[in-house]
Nanobody, 121 residues
Framework: QVQLVESGGGLVQPGGSLRLSCAASGFSLAFYAIGWFRHAPGKELEQISCMTSGNRTIYYTDNVKGRFTIFRDRAKNTMYLKMNSLKPEDTAVYYC??????????????WGRGTQVTVSS
């Protein structure tokens, strides 16, 4: 069964850190670009990071650059998002995705169901 399952979300104080995991099953992430989207209350769905299948091109949106890091573990068929220096405006549902053709094309092949991250004192 093909799926992506996120984990690692929760409540964290401003300035804290979280690591989100996204485990793939039924297919290999090696053949896809990987990425993370988020949907904050009152805002549009936003792609915040993407990595090509060859790990040669990595994109971060400006509001997370320098704080978030995307990476993958090929042996575990899992992708991750490490989030540091979290801010209240990072509060959102975070979704992992696999994208077609190994490129960061916004052509999503598979979506995770999302995990809630809440940054609050």
């Amino acid at each position: 069964q093909v799926q992506l399952v996120e984990s690692g979300g929760g409540l964290v104080q401003p300035g804290g850190s979280l690591r989100l995991s996204c485990a793939a099953s039924g297919f290999s992430l090696a053949f896809y670009a990987i990425g993370w989207f988020r949907h904050a209350p009152g805002k549009e769905l936003e792609q915040i990071s993407c990595m090509t299948s060859g790990n040669r091109t990595i994109y971060y949106t400006d509001n997370v650059k320098g704080r978030f890091t995307i990476f993958r573990d090929r042996a575990k068929n899992t992708m991750y998002l490490k989030m540091n220096s979290l801010k209240p405006e990072d509060t959102a549902v975070y979704y992992c995705v696999a994208e077609y053709n190994g490129t960061c094309s916004h052509e999503v092949a598979y979506w995770g169901r999302g995990t809630q991250v809440t940054v609050s004192s």
